[in-house]
């Protein structure tokens, strides 16, 4: 069973870039998954950012597919989000998560992690 | 892109009785590509059902889904009490979206 662990730092700068990471376990990310970065905040509820394939391939959320970008290290097993220009707006909890290719529900999920936007 | 409009936003209940929730898109949605979650406070979403009535792994039967098109319904048979939580409609198209949630709670 698959097993993801988000990490990085809980708060970032106004107008900085939002870093965190995502250690898969009991699977690979060379395996038949989209590997997603979901976020919650009380005003917006769920947003799906985006995904990654392990060939390249990536999905974005229109609204965020401007500062928003998903990488995969197969090297270290695991997969990152790095969000630009934050605001305010972007605290929230962040989530990693994983769907399998060809379905389109969302299997698997960290336990999220959360991160604030403040000087 | 597709909105889903969940409703109620609160639910209350009693234990034992029967949770109707339902979850409303924009435009059609094929029925693959709808889904139900549940959260519990300070946890991640848990997938109940895929495809719009598929049970994931471990789900209790209690719990069921349905609909096509437009409209589409998590039934929860008998409330049990660790089933007052929040629950989710999710939907893939183009993008992944979720519903703004259904609240279950003690009557």
């Known amino acids: 069973q698959v097993q993801l662990q988000e990490s990085g730092p809980g708060l970032v700068k106004p107008s900085g870039t939002l870093s965190l990471t995502c250690i898969v376990s009991g699977g690979s990310v060379i395996s038949g998954n989209w590997w997603t970065w979901v976020r919650q905040t009380p005003g917006k509820g769920l947003e799906w950012i985006g995904e990654?394939?392990?060939?390249?391939?990536?999905n974005y959320n229109p609204s965020l597919r401007s500062r928003a970008t998903i990488s995969i290290d197969k090297s270290k097993n695991q997969f990152s989000l790095k969000l630009s220009s934050v605001t305010a707006a972007d605290t929230a909890v962040y989530f990693c998560a994983s769907r399998k290719m060809a379905y389109y529900q969302v299997d698997y999920w960290g336990q999220g992690t959360l991160v604030t936007v403040s000087s | 892109e597709i909105v889903l409009t969940q409703s109620p936003g609160t639910l209350s209940l009693s234990p034992g009785e029967r949770a109707t929730l339902s979850c409303r898109a924009s435009q059609s949605v094929s029925g693959s590509y709808l889904a139900w979650y549940q959260q519990k406070p300070g946890q991640a979403p848990r997938l109940l059902i895929y495809?719009?009535?598929s049970r994931a792994t471990g789900i209790p039967d209690r719990f069921s889904g349905s609909g096509s098109g437009t409209d589409f319904t998590l039934t929860i048979s008998r409330v049990e009490p660790e089933d007052f939580v929040v629950y989710y409609c999710q939907q893939y198209d183009t993008s992944l979206t979720f519903g703004g949630g259904t609240k279950v709670e003690i009557k």
């Open positions: 990654m394939y392990h060939s390249g391939t990536t």
């Open positions: 495809g719009a009535s």
